[in-house]
């Protein structure tokens, strides 16, 4: 008998019917003689029309209340779900982050989890029971309630499969699995049946919506294999897992384009040491993250320093970064939005040599302009103008192959 | 510094403009330097729309399932009307049913409070907020979710008052006060500035839907004032006390119709002892709550009983009335649905002799036939055909004179 976590998105009990498909599936797994562990987030959109509700009374909401009226989204789907559970004959209970007594810390709106109880989970399983817990919630040192921010749900999940020590972790959405690209932009694009922890947390952190970054840090810390697959069939998906033998693995496993990005260039500040320090610390000590940088000497010992954020945080910060330019001596701010990062990924990049170089030169003559370049062990950036990226995506698909590689097999592109 | 508990219906809190209406009302309070508690219902139709939600799945939910779907309903108005309060200047905070510890027994969908735990309202209390907690719910030995069924919002907030010795309970909906009788029917009927628990108490159970029984007998038992008015306007309403000095009552207090009775004959069963004891016992079993009752001896030893019930009791037990006729031996049932209860209600009935008797001349005049009667204390009730009954509360609201009493001074109406 193996315990199983599943964990269902919003789009996934969007609606009765969906819900009925949940209990279905989770019913299926119970009865493959499996303890079934289920977490669920708020059905659909009720979480924005919790937040529309809100807005009508303040831009400024407290963030305590905040978390009160949200837990409540998600507090509505296990209730359902266990009700569909049990009307087609099974036993299931529902528990809030509440009552499992998923501890968070005291950050409203965005805790994050310090320790799970088991006890009350366990004595439910005992019993036969398909336990559903709500996603997304849990509870802070006053008994107050918690939200976990973005990717919430499926961080639940993990921290619930490791606490359990599951067997499985499976994370269903609206998606059948992690692809080579995204399939709207290259039709040929394949779906991968493993994928690397860290390969997934590049991947998340590009854009890739499937899986929070923060889920894919807890599940490999704690060497936890999560599948991905969709809600609305029974393809197969894609396994998260520790990939020990490199040398098995392909050099670049996956592309990704990110239009989420604003190139800000702070310009002519004096090109004297500290200043792009002062800069940076200044951002961070507001919380702004900044991604890819670039420092440019212009004439008269002066700088340009350009460097990307997310879109959203951009909005946020946009008064600050212009506050610390004037600090620094800078006449002229430069904003730019017309711009991507496209990028590729691959955990076999750190031992294949010239992966970068093919890469810009792919981009190089197809006359794609590359503005800023970021690298990581298993990853390179480029960011292009965002009218290129789509093609982008396209070439460096084909350059690298992707379409057409049997995984776990060493050389194909080389 | 006084400390208050407040009570906002669903009619009160309906939408964004209603919840800072209440928030205004509630900061008015504080500012006089009272304590001020707040117990709140779902907005509007929250609970009918989480039931039709409920109902896309089962007719027949787990009560506990149904007590985690409803719970959510008073969690989403509590927040938003903390940041109401919030978002004109002043410190509040909600507090679940849950998080209170409002300790009822573990029978779901209505249960009944057993403890409040006071510490953590006093605490927020101590630190100037506004508290702002759930009504319609508490939490059983197991920690799980439980609501108090019918009225319950209006007996959270009697029990809070109770529990921390409030000095005032102040129940505030979409109605003025207690009238002598419906406006509606009555257009000269006048709203009373004080009433007793006990004809409160009749009132309630002749259906007024002012204040629910059960909260008026909680009231009763510890001695807790209630004062009824409207959270729309901010005219004087009506006090619900002890009033121990009852010679200086008005006999008759009010008059009320209910139109949501049925009454059932049990056609010729056999006139032996103990038959009626069955039925009634029978229909206990069932929690079948029977209203009036009259025994009619037919010829050849066989007896016509009738009585009411309520017209909802009726439709879930309609099967188990018909098997119970059944068994003993009755060969026909009859329903009458045109039926309506008219009553007189009055503390001082008791001490005025023939009370009664001018009740039964008034209809009798009027030609109005009186079916069955019941009579305590307090009250006496006549069923009559329905179509009657609105002529007959505006003949013994006139009879009775209620229309220009002033009130705690006697001998008005003799």
Redesign the interface.
């Known amino acids: 008998m193996a315990l199983i976590v599943q964990k269902y998105g919003g789009t996934s009990v969007g609606d ?1 019917e969906r ?2 498909n949940v209990a279905g599936r989770v019913i299926k797994e119970y009865k493959r003689g499996n303890q079934v562990v289920v977490v669920v987030s708020a059905m659909g959109d009720t979480t924005d029309r ?1 937040i529309d ?2 807005k ?3 831009d400024d ?2 963030p ?3 978390d ?2 949200l ?2 989204g998600e ?2 789907s ?3 779900l ?3 559970i ?2 087609k004959g099974y036993k299931a ?2 528990l ?1 982050g ?2 499992v007594k998923i501890k968070t810390d005291d950050c409203h709106n965005r805790a994050e989890i310090m320790a799970i109880d088991n006890s ?1 989970i366990l004595k439910e399983l005992e019993q036969g029971k398909i336990v559903v817990i709500a996603g997304f919630q849990g509870i802070n040192s006053r ?2 309630f918690t939200t976990l921010g973005r990717g919430g749900s499926d961080t639940t999940a993990v921290a619930l499969a490791v606490s359990l020590g599951a067997d499985r972790c499976e994370i269903y959405s609206d998606v059948d699995g992690i692809y080579t690209t995204d399939p709207r932009i290259v039709p040929e694009a394949r779906k991968l049946d493993y994928i690397s922890y860290d390969e997934m947390l590049e991947l998340a952190c590009l854009g890739a919506k499937v899986l929070h970054p923060r889920s894919v840090e807890l599940a490999k810390a704690y060497n936890v294999k999560i599948y991905i697959a969709s809600s609305f069939n029974y393809k197969p998906g894609t396994i998260v897992e520790r990939i020990d033998e490199m040398e098995k693995r392909n050099n670049v496993t996956g592309v990704t384009s990110d239009k989420d990005e604003v190139k800000v260039t702070v310009e002519k500040v004096p090109d004297k040491p500290g200043i792009a320090g002062k800069l940076f610390s200044k951002l961070a000590e507001h919380n702004i993250n900044v991604d890819m940088i670039i420092q440019n000497l212009q004439y008269n010992n002066l700088n340009d320093i350009s460097f990307t954020v997310n879109k959203e945080d951009f909005i946020k910060s946009k008064k600050v970064i212009y506050e610390i330019a004037e600090e620094l001596g800078s006449p002229q701010v430069d904003i730019d939005t017309n711009v991507a990062k496209v990028s590729i990924v691959g955990a076999g990049m750190i031992t294949t040599p010239g992966v970068a170089a093919r890469m810009f030169t792919a981009l190089g003559k197809a006359g794609i302009n590359i503005q800023m370049i970021t690298t990581s062990d298993i990853k390179v950036s480029c960011l292009i103008a965002e009218e290129e990226a789509d093609r982008a995506v396209r070439i460096l698909h084909r350059t690298f192959e992707l379409a057409d590689i049997d995984e776990g097999v060493e050389g194909q592109v080389q």
Chains 1, 2 share one sequence.
Request: charged share 25%.
């Open positions: 009765i819900i009925k919790l509700l809100m009508e009374i303040t909401p407290d305590r209340e905040a009160m009226l837990t409540t507090q509505v296990i209730a359902l266990c009700m569909a049990q009307d209970i529902s809030t509440s009552q009350r008994d107050d």
